[in-house]
């Protein structure tokens, strides 16, 4: 069967095509830990997945998702639900994927809050519920908004935008997307033909923030090693350095079975392993897909293959997530 995903899809899954290739044969049940516009999931179904179990913590997803889940029947099941509690939802996956990229459906709603391109209410909350950016930006302290920035989203100048958040806040509160991103733009050199929106990486690093992005994303491959069948398929793709990061270090740690050791490094105890890679190097788009889709430039995807020993333990701060004072 095809593994695209039908015609009526409203947007094109990243790196599916590889993705499929490296679970071939697809079967069994699958969950899909970030459904979205249930791209992955359809294509997963038409790849030969005898189930799939669609999870977002966006109950828009949710709801735009009957309409085409409806004729699957029995074969898509849809739970409200995040990363670190996969495990809660199904155990003895054939597979799970897990796509990081934020949904394109919430960056085009302006009333979503996640774009610097329109404007609307500074909210940016998956979930629709708990803390916003505006509650972020509003309250929180000059040094945790520097370190925010810095860690969360890469940006050099984070203590010269967060000055200027509190500057501004003291007049007024911030409460729009248009407002946020004017008060970045000014702390920052105009951007040339071609580079980023100065705002980019300050509104990656709110939203990373006000998702628990890196928490959840450290549970939910956790609760995707305890949700696998041995011989089952865990599919991460990401969509920047510290994500993938984050993955790489998650899967060469669980496929490592220690031993070895050099003049630099001393011996490790021999463990069992809760993964083999498909690959030890990122799967990323072809020349075809770069044309057909240009979101995939920054994908990356990573493929691993449950084993049957036991789940290990994390080292969050030796996988390489970014850490706020206090552990967050």
């Known amino acids: ?36 516009a249930g791209g992955y999931a359809r294509a997963l179904l038409a790849a030969g997945a005898d189930k799939v179990i669609g999870v977002d913590r966006d109950p828009m997803a949710l709801d735009m998702a009957q309409d085409w889940a409806a004729p699957f029947g029995g074969r898509v099941e849809l739970v409200e639900g995040v990363f670190s509690r996969l495990d809660e939802y199904a155990q003895d996956l054939d597979g799970i994927v897990l796509d990081l990229g934020v949904s394109s459906m919430q960056l085009d709603l302006a009333q979503r809050g996640f774009s610097f391109m329109r404007d609307g209410p500074l909210d940016m909350r998956m979930s629709q519920g708990g803390a916003s950016a505006a509650d972020l930006v509003n309250s929180a302290e000059e040094g945790v908004l520097a370190d925010i920035l ?28 248009l407002q946020l991103a004017a008060i970045v733009e000014k702390c920052l050199p105009r951007s040339k033909p071609g580079q980023a929106h100065p705002a980019t990486r300050s509104f990656q690093a709110l939203r990373i923030a006000v998702n628990d992005e890196y928490g959840e994303l450290i549970g939910g491959l956790e609760a995707a090693e305890r949700a696998l069948k041995p011989g089952g398929i865990l599919a991460v793709v990401t969509f920047h350095s510290i994500e993938d990061r984050m993955v790489k270090r998650f899967l060469q740690d669980r496929s490592d079975g220690g031993g070895g050791g050099s003049r630099h490094a001393p011996v490790q105890a021999v463990t069992e392993r809760q993964f083999t890679l498909k690959s030890r190097k990122a799967i990323t788009a072809d020349e075809a897909e770069l044309a057909a889709n240009p979101r995939s430039r920054s994908a990356k995807l990573r493929v691993a293959v449950r084993t049957d020993a036991a789940p290990g333990v994390t080292d969050r701060k030796a996988l390489g997530m970014p850490l706020l004072k206090g552990g967050r």
Not at 159 to 174: C, D, G, L, N, Q
């Open 1 to 36: 069967m095809s593994a695209a995903a039908p015609d009526d899809a409203p947007h094109i899954p990243v790196l599916i095509a590889p993705l499929i290739a490296a679970a071939m044969p697809v079967f069994g049940i699958w969950l899909d830990g970030t459904l979205g």
């Open 150 to 177: 810095y860690l969360y989203g890469e940006e050099r100048a984070s203590r010269r935008i967060a000055k200027a958040i509190v500057t501004r806040r003291a007049e007024a509160p911030i409460t729009t997307t």
